[in-house]
């Protein structure tokens, strides 16, 4: 069983700045795909970010309030640890954000693709 823990998240202005991690209680993480995901109060759960860990590719949501450009996700291989860099933060970001690995993730968007979930972190962002 992987457990993933989230930290990092709380009260910003907009245009600051938080960076989450993503914590996973397991051995290796070679073949997984981290994804980070947000909700809203009121809206579904959206996909922002993934990286594969093998490899390193990763991708970024694509719609019309698009977070690529802002926010960066990254992982650390020895710590099992992934990270989500948000910059210029806008009060529309404000949700919970989620990470979520996948041992078999072929499409990184879909939340189902997903094999475990950590609780979540606030992320407000104050106009």
């Known amino acids: 069983q992987v457990q993933l823990v989230e930290s990092g998240g709380g009260l910003v202005q907009a245009g600051g700045s938080l960076r989450l991690s993503c914590a996973a209680s397991v051995g290796t993480f070679r073949s997984y795909t981290m994804g980070w995901f947000r909700q809203a109060p009121g809206k579904e759960r959206e996909f922002v970010a993934a990286i594969r860990w093998s490899g390193g590719k990763t991708y970024y949501a694509d719609y019309s309030d698009s977070v690529k450009g802002r926010f960066s996700i990254s992982g650390d291989n020895a710590q099992n640890t992934a990270y989500l860099q948000m910059n210029s933060l806008k009060p529309e970001d404000t949700a919970i954000y989620y990470c979520?690995?996948?041992?078999?993730?072929?499409?990184?968007?879909?939340?189902?693709?997903?094999?475990?979930w950590g609780q979540g972190t606030q992320v407000t962002v104050s106009s």
């Open positions: 979520a690995a996948g041992g078999k993730v072929a499409a990184v968007v879909h939340p189902g693709q997903y094999d475990y």
